[in-house]
Protein backbone atom coordinates (compact mmCIF):
# COMPACT_ATOMS: atom_id res chain seq x y z
CA UNK A 1 0.00 0.00 0.00
CA UNK A 2 1.18 3.57 -0.81
CA UNK A 3 2.25 5.77 1.56
CA UNK A 4 0.65 8.98 1.49
CA UNK A 5 2.59 12.27 2.92
CA UNK A 6 1.99 15.90 2.27
CA UNK A 7 5.79 16.59 4.19
CA UNK A 8 9.21 14.94 4.34
CA UNK A 9 13.00 14.78 5.50
CA UNK A 10 15.17 16.04 2.49
CA UNK A 11 18.94 15.17 3.30
CA UNK A 12 21.90 17.29 0.98
CA UNK A 13 24.63 15.28 1.15
CA UNK A 14 28.33 16.40 -0.17
CA UNK A 15 30.75 19.51 -0.46
CA UNK A 16 29.31 22.16 1.39
CA UNK A 17 30.62 25.49 2.14
CA UNK A 18 28.61 27.15 5.39
CA UNK A 19 30.54 30.46 4.75
CA UNK A 20 28.05 30.18 1.31
CA UNK A 21 30.94 32.15 -0.63
CA UNK A 22 31.00 29.65 -3.07
CA UNK A 23 27.65 29.47 -5.97
CA UNK A 24 26.93 25.18 -5.38
CA UNK A 25 26.52 25.80 -2.02
CA UNK A 26 24.51 29.19 -1.58
CA UNK A 27 22.04 27.44 -4.42
CA UNK A 28 22.22 24.43 -1.80
CA UNK A 29 20.96 26.23 1.11
CA UNK A 30 18.74 28.54 -0.63
CA UNK A 31 17.09 25.65 -1.91
CA UNK A 32 17.38 24.46 1.32
CA UNK A 33 15.65 27.13 2.63
CA UNK A 34 12.58 27.12 0.11
CA UNK A 35 12.23 23.17 0.87
CA UNK A 36 11.50 24.06 4.66
CA UNK A 37 9.14 27.50 3.73
CA UNK A 38 6.47 24.10 2.07
CA UNK A 39 7.02 22.60 5.51
CA UNK A 40 9.42 20.13 4.83
CA UNK A 41 12.04 18.83 7.14
CA UNK A 42 15.48 19.61 5.50
CA UNK A 43 19.18 18.24 6.05
CA UNK A 44 22.47 19.27 5.08
CA UNK A 45 25.22 16.87 6.27
CA UNK A 46 28.51 17.72 4.61
CA UNK A 47 31.70 15.45 5.00
CA UNK A 48 34.90 17.24 4.07
CA UNK A 49 38.44 15.91 3.47
CA UNK A 50 41.19 17.22 6.25
CA UNK A 51 42.63 20.82 5.04
CA UNK A 52 43.32 24.06 7.10
CA UNK A 53 40.45 25.75 4.95
CA UNK A 54 38.10 23.39 6.38
CA UNK A 55 39.64 23.17 9.86
CA UNK A 56 39.80 26.82 9.55
CA UNK A 57 35.99 26.69 8.65
CA UNK A 58 35.03 24.40 11.27
CA UNK A 59 36.72 26.53 14.02
CA UNK A 60 34.86 29.41 13.04
CA UNK A 61 31.42 27.52 12.59
CA UNK A 62 32.36 26.21 16.77
CA UNK A 63 32.97 30.10 17.74
CA UNK A 64 30.74 31.96 15.53
CA UNK A 65 27.47 30.11 15.19
CA UNK A 66 24.71 30.85 17.51
CA UNK A 67 22.63 27.72 17.30
CA UNK A 68 24.93 25.07 17.95
CA UNK A 69 23.44 21.49 18.88
CA UNK A 70 26.88 19.71 18.96
CA UNK A 71 30.54 20.12 18.43
CA UNK A 72 34.43 19.48 18.75
CA UNK A 73 37.72 19.01 17.24
CA UNK A 74 36.09 17.53 14.15
CA UNK A 75 32.31 18.50 13.67
CA UNK A 76 29.80 21.05 14.31
CA UNK A 77 25.86 20.19 13.92
CA UNK A 78 24.11 23.63 14.25
CA UNK A 79 21.22 25.32 12.30
CA UNK A 80 20.76 28.40 10.15
CA UNK A 81 17.74 29.57 8.97
CA UNK A 82 15.93 26.56 10.75
CA UNK A 83 18.16 23.82 8.27
CA UNK A 84 20.04 21.55 10.15
CA UNK A 85 23.74 21.32 9.30
CA UNK A 86 26.25 18.70 9.51
CA UNK A 87 29.42 19.57 9.56
CA UNK A 88 32.45 17.01 9.96
CA UNK A 89 36.07 17.01 8.65
CA UNK A 90 37.07 13.36 7.90
CA UNK A 91 40.58 12.44 8.88
CA UNK A 92 41.43 11.61 5.49
CA UNK A 93 43.19 13.24 2.27
CA UNK A 94 40.92 14.96 -0.44
CA UNK A 95 42.29 11.96 -2.78
CA UNK A 96 41.26 9.78 -0.66
CA UNK A 97 37.44 10.87 -0.41
CA UNK A 98 37.83 11.89 -4.13
CA UNK A 99 38.39 8.08 -4.66
CA UNK A 100 36.28 6.26 -2.60
CA UNK A 101 38.80 5.37 -0.47
CA UNK A 102 36.74 2.39 1.53
CA UNK A 103 37.11 4.15 5.03
CA UNK A 104 35.14 7.63 4.00
CA UNK A 105 32.91 5.48 2.13
CA UNK A 106 32.32 3.76 6.07
CA UNK A 107 32.25 7.22 7.30
CA UNK A 108 29.41 8.22 4.73
CA UNK A 109 27.33 5.30 4.66
CA UNK A 110 27.04 5.50 8.71
CA UNK A 111 26.17 9.10 8.56
CA UNK A 112 23.23 8.42 5.71
CA UNK A 113 21.53 5.61 6.97
CA UNK A 114 18.61 7.59 7.54
CA UNK A 115 15.26 5.11 7.89
CA UNK A 116 13.17 7.71 5.83
CA UNK A 117 14.29 10.89 3.35
CA UNK A 118 14.81 11.71 -0.02
CA UNK A 119 18.74 12.50 -0.38
CA UNK A 120 19.99 14.98 -2.99
CA UNK A 121 23.77 14.59 -4.00
CA UNK A 122 25.69 17.26 -5.66
CA UNK A 123 28.29 17.21 -8.87
CA UNK A 124 31.25 15.23 -8.48
CA UNK A 125 30.65 13.53 -4.97
CA UNK A 126 30.98 10.31 -6.53
CA UNK A 127 31.23 8.88 -3.20
CA UNK A 128 28.08 9.97 -1.97
CA UNK A 129 26.87 8.60 -5.03
CA UNK A 130 28.08 5.15 -4.15
CA UNK A 131 27.23 5.26 -0.56
CA UNK A 132 23.42 5.96 -1.55
CA UNK A 133 23.28 3.60 -3.71
CA UNK A 134 24.56 0.61 -1.67
CA UNK A 135 21.89 1.70 1.12
CA UNK A 136 19.21 2.30 -1.59
CA UNK A 137 18.31 5.40 -0.44
CA UNK A 138 15.44 7.09 -2.69
CA UNK A 139 18.32 10.05 -4.33
CA UNK A 140 18.29 12.99 -6.96
CA UNK A 141 21.63 14.12 -8.49
CA UNK A 142 22.24 17.82 -9.38
CA UNK A 143 25.33 19.10 -11.66
CA UNK A 144 26.14 22.09 -11.54
CA UNK A 145 29.24 22.29 -13.40
CA UNK A 146 28.74 20.32 -16.74
CA UNK A 147 32.54 20.47 -18.35
CA UNK A 148 34.21 19.65 -14.70
CA UNK A 149 31.43 16.91 -14.14
CA UNK A 150 32.35 15.49 -17.35
CA UNK A 151 36.10 15.37 -17.22
CA UNK A 152 35.10 13.28 -14.10
CA UNK A 153 33.16 11.22 -14.75
CA UNK A 154 33.39 10.44 -18.42
CA UNK A 155 35.49 7.19 -18.25
CA UNK A 156 33.50 5.90 -15.16
CA UNK A 157 30.17 3.68 -17.05
CA UNK A 158 29.83 2.83 -13.14
CA UNK A 159 28.96 5.68 -12.34
CA UNK A 160 26.88 6.83 -15.33
CA UNK A 161 24.94 3.81 -14.44
CA UNK A 162 24.26 4.62 -11.18
CA UNK A 163 22.98 8.05 -12.34
CA UNK A 164 20.77 6.27 -15.29
CA UNK A 165 18.85 4.78 -12.10
CA UNK A 166 18.12 8.37 -10.68
CA UNK A 167 16.57 11.58 -11.03
CA UNK A 168 19.59 14.09 -12.70
CA UNK A 169 19.11 17.60 -12.88
CA UNK A 170 21.28 20.33 -14.60
CA UNK A 171 21.05 24.09 -14.51
CA UNK A 172 20.82 25.21 -18.24
CA UNK A 173 19.97 23.97 -21.32
CA UNK A 174 23.71 24.47 -22.26
CA UNK A 175 24.63 21.65 -19.61
CA UNK A 176 21.50 19.65 -20.81
CA UNK A 177 22.99 19.43 -24.20
CA UNK A 178 26.41 18.70 -23.07
CA UNK A 179 25.55 16.42 -20.77
CA UNK A 180 23.28 14.26 -24.00
CA UNK A 181 25.99 15.08 -26.15
CA UNK A 182 28.94 13.44 -24.32
CA UNK A 183 27.94 11.35 -21.82
CA UNK A 184 24.41 10.29 -23.18
CA UNK A 185 23.02 11.19 -19.72
CA UNK A 186 19.24 12.98 -19.78
CA UNK A 187 19.18 15.55 -17.08
CA UNK A 188 16.14 17.79 -15.76
CA UNK A 189 16.33 21.42 -16.34
CA UNK A 190 16.16 23.02 -12.67
CA UNK A 191 18.27 26.49 -12.06
CA UNK A 192 19.92 26.87 -8.91
CA UNK A 193 17.58 28.45 -6.42
CA UNK A 194 18.08 32.04 -5.62
CA UNK A 195 17.41 33.90 -2.19
CA UNK A 196 16.80 37.43 -2.92
CA UNK A 197 16.72 38.54 0.09
CA UNK A 198 20.37 37.24 0.82
CA UNK A 199 21.73 39.35 -2.38
CA UNK A 200 19.32 42.70 -2.60
CA UNK A 201 19.92 45.84 -1.40
CA UNK A 202 18.12 49.25 -1.45
CA UNK A 203 19.34 50.44 -4.97
CA UNK A 204 19.61 54.40 -2.98
CA UNK A 205 23.01 52.31 -0.96
CA UNK A 206 24.97 52.60 -3.93
CA UNK A 207 28.39 54.22 -3.47
CA UNK A 208 29.24 54.75 -6.50
CA UNK A 209 30.57 53.51 -10.40
CA UNK A 210 32.67 50.77 -9.38
CA UNK A 211 33.04 47.65 -11.11
CA UNK A 212 32.41 44.34 -9.68
CA UNK A 213 33.68 40.77 -10.47
CA UNK A 214 33.79 37.67 -8.79
CA UNK A 215 36.39 34.93 -8.87
CA UNK A 216 36.69 31.12 -7.86
CA UNK A 217 39.74 30.82 -10.32
CA UNK A 218 41.56 31.30 -13.60
CA UNK A 219 38.58 29.89 -15.54
CA UNK A 220 36.59 32.79 -14.58
CA UNK A 221 38.90 35.12 -16.64
CA UNK A 222 41.01 36.48 -14.11
CA UNK A 223 43.83 37.62 -16.97
CA UNK A 224 40.70 39.44 -18.72
CA UNK A 225 40.17 41.22 -15.32
CA UNK A 226 43.82 42.34 -14.45
CA UNK A 227 44.64 43.60 -18.10
CA UNK A 228 41.30 45.64 -17.29
CA UNK A 229 42.22 47.37 -14.20
CA UNK A 230 45.68 48.21 -15.98
CA UNK A 231 44.55 49.51 -19.44
CA UNK A 232 42.05 51.77 -17.48
CA UNK A 233 43.27 53.02 -13.98
CA UNK A 234 40.52 55.63 -13.79
CA UNK A 235 38.22 52.48 -13.34
CA UNK A 236 37.56 50.90 -9.72
CA UNK A 237 37.35 47.51 -9.51
CA UNK A 238 36.09 44.96 -6.61
CA UNK A 239 36.93 41.59 -6.60
CA UNK A 240 34.86 38.79 -4.23
CA UNK A 241 36.17 35.35 -3.64
CA UNK A 242 39.76 33.71 -2.95
CA UNK A 243 40.36 32.30 -6.20
CA UNK A 244 41.71 35.59 -7.93
CA UNK A 245 45.27 35.28 -9.18
CA UNK A 246 47.60 37.97 -10.80
CA UNK A 247 51.03 38.71 -10.39
CA UNK A 248 50.16 42.33 -11.58
CA UNK A 249 49.35 44.66 -8.51
CA UNK A 250 46.79 47.45 -9.62
CA UNK A 251 46.48 50.25 -7.14
CA UNK A 252 42.73 50.55 -8.52
CA UNK A 253 42.01 47.14 -7.63
CA UNK A 254 39.99 45.69 -3.95
CA UNK A 255 40.20 42.44 -3.22
CA UNK A 256 37.76 41.29 -0.52
CA UNK A 257 38.65 37.71 -1.12
CA UNK A 258 35.86 35.51 0.13
CA UNK A 259 33.08 37.28 2.13
CA UNK A 260 29.63 36.60 3.60
CA UNK A 261 28.77 39.80 3.34
CA UNK A 262 27.41 39.40 -0.34
CA UNK A 263 25.32 42.36 0.37
CA UNK A 264 27.79 45.13 0.74
CA UNK A 265 29.59 43.85 -2.08
CA UNK A 266 26.33 44.40 -4.87
CA UNK A 267 26.07 47.59 -3.01
CA UNK A 268 29.03 48.59 -3.98
CA UNK A 269 29.36 47.85 -7.29
CA UNK A 270 27.26 49.56 -10.59
CA UNK A 271 28.24 47.10 -13.02
CA UNK A 272 29.57 43.03 -12.84
CA UNK A 273 31.76 41.49 -15.49
CA UNK A 274 31.59 37.81 -16.33
CA UNK A 275 34.45 37.20 -18.87
CA UNK A 276 34.49 33.43 -18.17
CA UNK A 277 36.63 31.55 -20.44
CA UNK A 278 35.55 27.64 -19.60
CA UNK A 279 31.94 27.08 -20.40
CA UNK A 280 30.10 27.10 -17.85
CA UNK A 281 26.86 26.05 -16.59
CA UNK A 282 24.99 28.89 -14.62
CA UNK A 283 26.99 31.17 -12.90
CA UNK A 284 24.95 32.79 -10.41
CA UNK A 285 26.59 35.93 -9.92
CA UNK A 286 24.50 37.20 -13.11
CA UNK A 287 21.09 36.79 -11.96
CA UNK A 288 22.32 38.22 -8.34
CA UNK A 289 23.49 41.22 -10.09
CA UNK A 290 20.62 41.53 -12.18
CA UNK A 291 18.40 41.49 -8.52
CA UNK A 292 20.13 44.64 -7.89
CA UNK A 293 19.58 46.25 -11.04
CA UNK A 294 23.03 46.15 -11.60
CA UNK A 295 24.10 45.63 -15.60
CA UNK A 296 26.67 43.12 -16.49
CA UNK A 297 29.14 42.20 -19.71
CA UNK A 298 29.61 38.81 -19.95
CA UNK A 299 31.77 36.14 -22.33
CA UNK A 300 29.24 34.74 -24.73
CA UNK A 301 30.23 30.93 -24.04
CA UNK A 302 28.58 28.37 -22.00
CA UNK A 303 25.00 28.77 -20.56
CA UNK A 304 25.57 32.49 -20.09
CA UNK A 305 23.54 33.31 -22.72
CA UNK A 306 20.95 31.74 -21.87
CA UNK A 307 20.99 33.13 -18.07
CA UNK A 308 21.84 36.95 -19.12
CA UNK A 309 18.87 36.80 -21.91
CA UNK A 310 18.57 40.08 -23.44
CA UNK A 311 19.67 41.94 -20.12
CA UNK A 312 23.40 42.60 -20.60
CA UNK A 313 26.06 42.57 -22.93
CA UNK A 314 27.17 39.64 -24.33
CA UNK A 315 31.03 40.09 -25.50
CA UNK A 316 32.08 37.00 -28.35
CA UNK A 317 35.46 35.35 -27.25
CA UNK A 318 38.67 35.99 -29.83
CA UNK A 319 41.73 33.93 -30.44
CA UNK A 320 43.14 37.28 -28.63
CA UNK A 321 42.63 38.27 -25.41
CA UNK A 322 44.00 41.53 -26.45
CA UNK A 323 40.50 41.46 -28.48
CA UNK A 324 38.29 40.46 -25.59
CA UNK A 325 39.80 43.31 -23.32
CA UNK A 326 39.12 46.11 -25.62
CA UNK A 327 35.56 45.02 -26.77
CA UNK A 328 35.16 45.33 -22.84
CA UNK A 329 36.47 48.78 -22.44
CA UNK A 330 34.16 49.80 -24.99
CA UNK A 331 31.39 48.16 -23.32
CA UNK A 332 32.38 49.65 -20.24
CA UNK A 333 32.58 53.05 -21.29
CA UNK A 334 29.01 52.40 -23.02
CA UNK A 335 27.11 51.93 -19.92
CA UNK A 336 29.31 54.12 -17.33
CA UNK A 337 30.15 57.40 -19.61
CA UNK A 338 25.71 57.82 -20.58
CA UNK A 339 23.33 57.38 -17.32
CA UNK A 340 20.06 57.21 -20.06
CA UNK A 341 22.25 54.10 -21.16
CA UNK A 342 23.17 52.67 -18.13
CA UNK A 343 19.12 53.37 -16.26
CA UNK A 344 18.05 51.15 -19.70
CA UNK A 345 20.62 48.11 -19.03
CA UNK A 346 19.67 48.04 -15.44
CA UNK A 347 16.12 48.40 -15.99
CA UNK A 348 16.61 45.45 -18.14
CA UNK A 349 18.21 43.97 -15.49
CA UNK A 350 15.49 44.07 -13.04
CA UNK A 351 13.13 43.22 -15.35
CA UNK A 352 15.27 39.99 -16.26
CA UNK A 353 15.43 39.20 -12.92
CA UNK A 354 11.68 39.14 -11.72
CA UNK A 355 11.11 36.87 -14.99
CA UNK A 356 13.87 34.38 -13.38
CA UNK A 357 12.51 34.07 -10.55
CA UNK A 358 8.99 33.69 -11.58
CA UNK A 359 10.22 30.76 -13.67
CA UNK A 360 12.24 29.27 -10.85
CA UNK A 361 9.28 29.48 -8.13
CA UNK A 362 7.39 27.35 -10.25
CA UNK A 363 10.33 25.17 -11.48
CA UNK A 364 10.79 24.42 -7.81
CA UNK A 365 7.05 23.57 -7.11
CA UNK A 366 7.39 21.13 -9.66
CA UNK A 367 10.09 19.03 -8.70
CA UNK A 368 9.38 18.88 -5.00
CA UNK A 369 6.09 17.35 -5.86
CA UNK A 370 8.06 15.16 -7.61
CA UNK A 371 10.38 14.00 -5.20
CA UNK A 372 6.90 13.44 -2.76
CA UNK A 373 5.65 11.25 -5.70
CA UNK A 374 8.30 9.57 -5.48
CA UNK A 375 8.85 9.10 -1.62
CA UNK A 376 4.81 7.66 -2.22
CA UNK A 377 6.22 4.78 -3.81
CA UNK A 378 4.74 6.24 -7.55
CA UNK A 379 6.44 3.83 -10.01
CA UNK A 380 9.52 5.85 -12.06
CA UNK A 381 7.65 4.90 -15.21
CA UNK A 382 4.56 6.80 -14.04
CA UNK A 383 5.97 9.67 -12.52
CA UNK A 384 7.58 10.57 -15.94
CA UNK A 385 4.73 10.18 -17.92
CA UNK A 386 3.41 12.65 -15.53
CA UNK A 387 5.88 15.36 -15.72
CA UNK A 388 5.93 14.84 -19.73
CA UNK A 389 2.89 15.93 -19.88
Not at 293 to 316: F, Q, T, Y
Amino acid sequence: MVKQMDKMRIVFTGPFDPTLCDGVSGSIFDLSGFLRSRGHEVFIVSLMHDAPLTRETLSRLAHHQPEIISSDSNHCNYVANRINIYYEVLPRSRSEILGCHPGVLKSYMNKLEYKEGYFLTVDNDCTCILAHSILKNPTAHFIHSPVQFIRHFGTSPIFQAMLRNRLVFTVSKFSQQELERTLNLHALLWPPFIDSHRFRFPRTNRRGWKIGYYSAGQHKGDNIITSLATKTPDRQFVIMGRGYQSDVRCANVTHLGDTTDIKSFYAEISLLLVPSVMPEGFPRVIVEALMNGIPVIANRIGGIPEVLGPSGILIDTEPSENKVVSKYVSAITKLLSDPDTYEEYSKKALERAQEYGKELYEKSIFYSDMFLRKLNGIPDEQITQIFAK
